[in-house]
């Protein structure tokens, strides 16, 4: 699974952990709420199960999410941290 993850993948999932929502994250990064449902849905299919919980208000990680990237205060880096 690690070989298909890009960096705007990452940020994408990391954006979505950290806004605790699709249309959030889309507005932030520039993209529909679609595309990103989308994405999220490929790398769940990619990572064998849910990555987020889906609720009323929001989505929030599983314990596969969070295997994969972390709780978002956690991540090392994010879309505003210099490259380097």
């Known amino acids: 699974m690690a070989a298909m993850l890009d960096a705007n993948t ?3 999932f990391h954006e979505v952990a950290e806004t ?3 249309t959030a994250a889309a507005e932030s990064l520039g993209y529909t ?3 990103v449902s989308r994405r999220v849905a490929a790398l769940e299919r990619d990572a064998g199960g849910p990555l987020f919980e889906r609720r009323a208000r ?3 990680l599983t314990p ?3 295997a994969l990237g972390g709780p978002p ?3 090392a880096w994010s879309k505003t941290s210099p490259a380097g």
Do not use: T
């Open 33 to 35: 709420q679609s595309a």
């Open 20 to 22: 605790g929502s699709f």
């Open 10 to 12: 990452l940020l994408l």
């Open 64 to 66: 596969a999410g969070v």
């Open 73 to 75: 205060s956690s991540c």
């Open 58 to 60: 929001g989505v929030r």
